[in-house]
């Protein structure tokens, strides 16, 4: 046998051992899934073990699945891994290439479940089939774009240097990985020129490398790129759509004997993988882009049109390309936006969903960079210049964001460049509609406003005891403190309100003020709405109508007007626009129009006693002060009176000031000495005539401005002022309402039969305050002994080790997690201890021990199986399966649907006997009260 015939057979030989992966992979992803098709059929018991009870065999099949997925990765590694070091090496070449890897990286990462804390798994697995067809839709293109600008730019750079470009290093290897024999890919001893785009005279040949493959065109180059590179990336999206248990979120579905099983195959899914791949296969044959340039020169030179050239790519000419498809796209989205009546109408919303649109944004900004990178320095540095100078415009903007319920108010961006132009100090004459908030505190916070507030109250008050009248009873009075936590505070806010609403009679007429943070006050507004329309909680019981059987989608809006409008061209335009947070109460007041009611709509009904006050209390960063929304004077509650500080003699102050300053002295330049602190303001004596514009929405958005989810209000005050989250200062909402109950305290004690003080929070954490070897996020998981539990700790013992190595440095991380603990616990233990002093209080005014109860209903949505649906999530996005959770969290433990918190039952049967005790009336039937939903 000649030398050469017995090299092509062990190569042959060689080839066929190193395509077994590929033949293996496809084999194990499409018999998994008929191996559970079929244990599902022979044994249907196994349906409703698998939906969470902890059992042998439910336990046999999700260690068999990840088995399964431990063998696809092991030969995906094995067969791809030989590409791995030309691919890194593609990335750490470049800024935007380890800009395109850290996209990846994190796009892939929640798409296995990172960032469920923020409920993001969720927005690719939708649990709206179409939504998850178009996210993998998305996904797809996104990862195939990735490629494209990695394999453009290097084609670019390289473009002289033929040698150095990627494909040199990239086709060894795919020629070992036994890929091209089937397909007939042989490389050729020599290659036709690489030219260049267009241009008044045609480049030189470049010299071809002597490497193989160097004889395929540039077309067939990067057919072959793109093709072998994205099989990783697919056979990463696709896994989840196929083993149940690599899915973050449980896609559930009707077992052979009715119980509730995992789905098994995710078609959605993967039809959106298979739009996307035949879109990407479109693109690269037809080569639009090349050919859309070749047309413009032709036209731009009036040539004749000519076949392309197959080793023409034209990498700068196709960046340029891509930008301009993106700009029109958000042309588009703009006409959309003019054309449809309403958000829901328009087909740039129904098209791009929440995480199609996150690919959007993170693709535009890798196009961007990667387009900058081919550019010469003094283009960068034009770009940059020009860069700065938009961003420098809108950082002289007092007012970026704007509320739109005081836009009157607001100087107009020419005013705010007039003032940094003038370099004025203190606020200009041609702001007219600002608040001077030193004006302010001198004319209108004035130590009678105060009693006057107190006075106020008690008016209000009186006029709540006189509507009970006839009843021949005094009322129970009722504070709700609502903690926040995005919709899910929301959903359990409306939950628990409207479930106390079916039970105690007239309970909203009982309920004098509600306070809280973020998301809970969304479903406190709207139980506050509810009662001036004078209808109940939205929705009813399961199976009736109007019941809402899964949650809105308020998460899409604001990623829409992030992709599209917030980071490009907002970012870029010098003057205040429309933001997420506009987007946000907009997608609200399409669910319950009754958050468009304005505070002065409000007032009638909280003065007659008929309707609850609601207080929400943002904070603003500049100063940590709160700023106190509501119908309710709070002038007493926002500043803390000097009682017991040893002060300075009044008139020895102002006999100072006047020899030093050479004027008379105001309480305001002697720094107000009878007080010890101001904490608040309030809103609607900083703006005194805006309390018929101001709506619940708007109120609510600057109590929920959360980082970064939601843009920051800026006030029409000056100096500026930028309002955040409640949650920063009090994330419970405690802290005001007892010290609201405080300052009535005798009166209370007086005219009432009994107070009560509900507390509802978002998450369970009860068990952490208490016990001191409670960790924050302990899962109390039992160790398993399993076969399984022992690979799998094998398979974790590298990241083990890395975290071993890197707890040597937990000491840098210390002061920071100090920082956030404080932050969150200080407030529980903090406003404990106000309410225990209140419990004090009340047992010296009255004899009745029982006169102050405080009840506190928590939300347990913890997982019961491994992949079940995200929990606990901190977002305007909830699963369906964690919205049902939630608005079952009053009931009675439910082993069927894995529902219900004891303690909450429990707390209830307690309450229901001390409100009997305090001569509160019960509704009939209420010894076993219906189940709530909310609304939302």
Known sequence: ?????????????????????????????????????????????????????????????????????????????????????????????????LLIAAEFGLVYWIVYGGLAGVGMPGLFWHFDPSVRLRAAFGVTIFTYWMLYL????????????PGRQIWTRFFPALEASGLPAPLALRPTATAPALQEAPGPAPSPPAPEPAAGGAGLDAIRRLRWFLGVAGLPALLALALPALIPVARPVLLRARGPQGGVVPGIVDWPWLGGLAAGVMAVALLAGSRAPTRLHALWHAIRRRASRRGLDRDRLDPHANMKNIIIILTLVFLASYVDEWWAAAPGLRWTYRLFPAAFSMCVALGVLATAATWMGTRSWATRIAFGAVLAALLSAGGALDYEVQ??????????????????????????????????????????MTPAA??????????????????FEGTGRRPILVVVAASGGALRAGVWTETVLGYLDGVFEDFPHHVRLIAGASGGMLGAARFVADQVHGRGMPGGPPGTKGARKVPPDYLTPIAWQIAFRDFVPNALIPRAMRNRGDALEDAWAGVDAGINLTFADLLKGEEAGRIPSIVFSPMMSEDGRRLLISNQPLADLASNAGRSVIMADHARLAQDFLEQQGKEPDDYDLEYPAQSSISAVEFFRLFESSRPRVRLASAVRMSATFPYVTSTVVLPTYPPRHVVDAGYYDNYGVNLASAWIASHARWLAENTSGVLFVQVRAFPNEARLKKLDRN???????????????IESLLEAVPKAVGLAVGGLQALAIPFEGIAQARDSSMYFRNDAQLNGLHETFKALSPDAGFFRTVVFTCDTSPVVSNAPNVETLNWYLDPVEYEGIRRNMEN????????????????????????????????????????????
């Open 1 to 97: 046998m000649s030398e050469p015939l017995a090299l092509a057979m062990v190569r042959g030989r060689l080839g066929t051992w190193n395509r077994l992966p590929f033949v293996l992979i496809p084999g194990l992803l499409v018999l998994a899934p008929w191996c559970l098709h079929a244990l599902y059929s022979f044994a249907p018991e196994l349906a409703p073990k698998l939906a969470g009870k902890d059992d042998p065999a439910a336990a046999m099949v999700e260690n068999g699945q990840q088995t399964v997925i431990v063998l696809v990765f092991a030969l995906a590694l094995l067969g791809f891994g030989r590409f791995v070091p030309a691919l890194w090496s593609l990335c750490q070449s470049s800024l935007s290439g």
């Open 150 to 161: 990695l394999f453009i730019r290097d084609y670019e750079v390289h473009r002289h240097e």
């Open 403 to 444: 509320l739109r319920d005081l836009e009157n108010l607001y100087p107009s961006a020419t005013d705010q460049y007039s003032r940094h132009l003038a370099s004025v100090v203190s606020k200009p004459d041609w702001y007219r509609g600002v608040v001077d908030l030193q004006e302010f505190q001198r004319a209108r």
């Open 450 to 467: 105060a009693t006057e507030a107190t006075t106020r109250r008690l008016d209000l008050l009186k006029n709540w005891r006189g509507s």
């Open 776 to 790: 924050v996020l302990a899962s109390g998981a039992v160790e398993s002994r399993s076969v399984w539990s022992r």
């Open 893 to 936: 433990v439910s082993a069927d649907r894995q529902t219900g918190r004891l303690r909450n039952h429990l707390r209830f049967a307690a309450l229901l006997d001390w409100w009997r005790s305090r001569g509160g009336a019960i509704r009939e039937a209420a010894e076993a009260p219906r189940t709530s939903t909310s609304g939302q």
